[in-house]
Nanobody
Framework: QVQVVESGGGLVQAGGSLRLACAVS????????WTWYRQAPGNERELVAR???????YYPDSVRGRFTISNHTDKNSVYLQMNSLRPGDTAVYYC?????????????WGQGTQVTVSS
């Protein structure tokens, strides 16, 4: 059974940094796309960063230049380095992984990790 576990959240002052980690276990195939999402109370879930198996990355304007997503060399973990954090970055951060195999799409979510940025 595939498990996705996020870690690294916490409380930080504005301007500070955090590094989130997402680790996957129990998979029998490699994942093609890793995405970090976040959701603040009362808001819709929004994409924060994405990386593909080919190391292509994508960031929305709201975090570009401040956040960096990267793959671990074992390809079973991904990181999100968050710098220059703002109170508006406060949210629960979720890791999403997608594998495309045998014509099927496999998608898994973690339970999320809370990030709180104080002003």
């Amino acid at each position: 059974q595939v498990q996705v576990v996020e870690s690294g959240g916490g409380l930080v002052q504005a301007g500070g940094s955090l590094r989130l980690a997402c680790a996957v276990s129990g998979n029998i195939f490699s994942f093609d796309v890793w995405t970090w999402y976040r959701q603040a109370p009362g808001n819709e879930r929004e994409l924060v960063a994405r990386i593909t198996s080919g190391d292509a990355t994508y960031y929305p304007d709201s975090v570009r230049g401040r956040f960096t997503i990267s793959n671990h060399t074992d390809k079973n973990s991904v990181y999100l380095q968050m710098n220059s954090l703002r109170p508006g970055d406060t949210a629960v951060y979720y890791c999403n992984v997608v594998a495309l195999a045998d014509g099927l799409r496999y998608e898994y979510w973690g339970q999320g990790t809370q990030v709180t940025v104080s002003s």
